[in-house]
């Protein structure tokens, strides 16, 4: 089975937004509860990687990134998360470390 | 490409400037000692002392010598333009950044409504802008520059932070903004610590100019 391919301006928003839904539209929460918890339950079941890719959007604010990756790793484990999510961008190839940064003190209070 | 030219395009600038200066100072002392000799003392005569025989051996030796001076001089001297050159680009490239990260941050502090959308393209673009000479300061092999606008990302990223990061909601962290349909309220502090950031940032190009400047 190939991995799964999920980018963000092409299936959820070039305007990604706030943490909460409650804050505003295109959320870190929104784009968990609709798109990447159901592909996570699927690429753990099989084995296989989601590969989230971050370019094409105007930009990102850091609760939304620290509430989709930091967030998935609360609820799923870090090591979870590690193994099954891989995170490209060329345009700011910066955030996969600030990324992993927020994966990895996911359990630390923010 | 000519012998010479081979020879001197691998040299460093300044192992070039030592080269030359040390050549051309004993070239003009051994000249200007005799010279002195010559008019301090009417017994002293050039010809009792030198052998005025023409050697074409020595005036070949004479002649490279000279030759030698005027072109590596040369050389060196656009050597040093093309640095010089360099070095003006990188700084104005930088100064460029400060100024307009300052102005299109403070456009933004100042706003009436502050979208958060509009924040976070403005420092995806000045982000990025960041990167790009941080690496191309790297390539021309200027570290210490490098390293002063590595850690200048750091401030960048901190403000981002201070501007878009609210907390979780299981956080006692007291929040430093709010948003609310998409738009940023700041608390004073935050404010406040934004613009100490910023200052940090004008001091951080400072410094890497200097160090470019010192290279």
Redesign the interface.
């Known amino acids: 089975m190939d991995n799964i391919k999920i980018s963000i301006a092409k299936d959820f928003s070039i305007?990604?937004?706030?943490?909460?839904k409650k804050?505003?539209?295109f959320s870190g929460e929104e784009f968990k509860e609709k798109i990447l918890n159901d592909a996570f339950s699927k690429a753990l079941e099989n084995g296989i990687k989601i590969v989230v890719d971050l370019d094409g959007t105007?930009?990102?604010?850091?609760?939304?990134l620290?509430?989709v990756f930091g967030?998935l790793a609360r609820e799923k484990g870090i090591d979870n998360v590690k193994k099954t999510i891989e995170v490209i961008s060329n345009?700011?190839?910066?955030l996969i470390d600030?990324i992993d940064d927020y994966i990895t003190h996911a359990n630390e209070?923010? | 490409m000519t012998i010479l030219h081979m020879l001197t395009r691998n040299i460093n600038g300044k192992l070039l400037n030592i080269i030359i200066g040390a050549t051309l100072i004993a070239f003009g002392v051994f000249i200007g000692f005799y010279v002195l000799l010559y008019f301090i003392t009417a017994q002293f005569t050039l010809s009792s002392i030198v052998d005025l025989t023409l050697d074409p051996t020595d005036i070949l030796s004479l002649l490279v010598t000279v030759v030698l001076a005027v072109y590596v001089t040369g050389k060196l001297s656009k050597k040093n333009e093309e640095e010089r050159a360099e070095k003006d680009l990188l700084i104005e490239d930088i100064k460029k950044f400060k100024d307009g990260f300052s102005k299109d941050l403070n456009e933004v502090l100042n706003s009436s409504v502050i979208e958060?959308?509009r924040?976070?393209?403005?420092?995806?673009?000045f982000?990025?802008k960041l990167?790009a000479m941080t690496n191309l300061v790297g390539e021309y092999d200027f570290r210490e520059a490098e390293a002063k606008l590595k850690s200048l990302?750091e401030k960048v990223?901190d403000i981002?932070?201070l501007?878009?990061?609210?907390?979780?909601?299981?956080?006692?962290?007291k929040a430093g903004i709010i948003?609310?349909?998409?738009?940023i309220s700041l608390e004073s502090e935050t404010r406040y610590r934004i613009e100490s950031n910023i200052n940090d940032i004008a001091s951080g190009v400072f410094g890497a100019v200097v160090a470019i400047n010192r290279n």
């Open positions: 305007t990604p937004g706030p943490r909460y804050e505003g539209p105007i930009g990102y604010g850091t609760s939304f620290e509430e967030g345009e700011e190839k910066y600030d209070k923010h | 958060l959308t924040v976070t393209a403005t420092f995806k673009i982000r990025m990167n990302d990223r981002r932070d501007l878009t990061d609210t907390p979780q909601v299981s956080s006692t962290k948003i609310s349909a998409g738009n």
